[in-house]
């Protein structure tokens, strides 16, 4: 009787349960934390990318407007920007123009980037990020057609 006391009183005592608590909890933290700072240097590095195509697809419009090359404006300017750290230049794949009317140019810029993670969010160490920018003049103006390629 006196052994079976003795294991009752063990339960009874709840001092300690915080730590089991903070071991069982600290890897759940962590995780979300890991999360958090894949998801945001992911987002800083878009809005990067998007700064970018945005700033090359407006030169791509004031270029054409200004009767000069827009492919080689729209690359200049966008090589300004730094994505990770990295000027970014997009190709000429990746620098469209177009114009429907007479009175219409659209401009299009994708910028792309691998970005790597820190945690490996999805299974993967880097995550493909993707910018595009439309850029549409609807001013009259005169351009030379073979600025022009079909988007």
Known sequence: M????NISTI???????????VAL????????AALAIDVGFIKVTQNELQ?????????GVRA???ATDPKLAAQTVASYN???LEYIIPDDDHVKFKQPDANTVWVRVIANRQIPTFFRIEN???YSAKA???KVSGRPMLIQQNFLDPL
Request: charge should be positive.
């Open 124 to 126: 993967a160490n880097i």
């Open 82 to 84: 730094k994505v990770l």
């Open 25 to 32: 909890l600290i890897p759940i933290f962590l995780g979300f």
């Open 2 to 5: 006196r052994l079976l006391f």
């Open 132 to 134: 595009t920018a439309n």
């Open 11 to 21: 339960f009874k005592n709840e001092k300690g349960i915080t730590a089991v608590y």
């Open 64 to 66: 054409l407007i200004a």
């Open 51 to 59: 700064n970018a195509a945005d700033a090359a697809a407006l030169e």
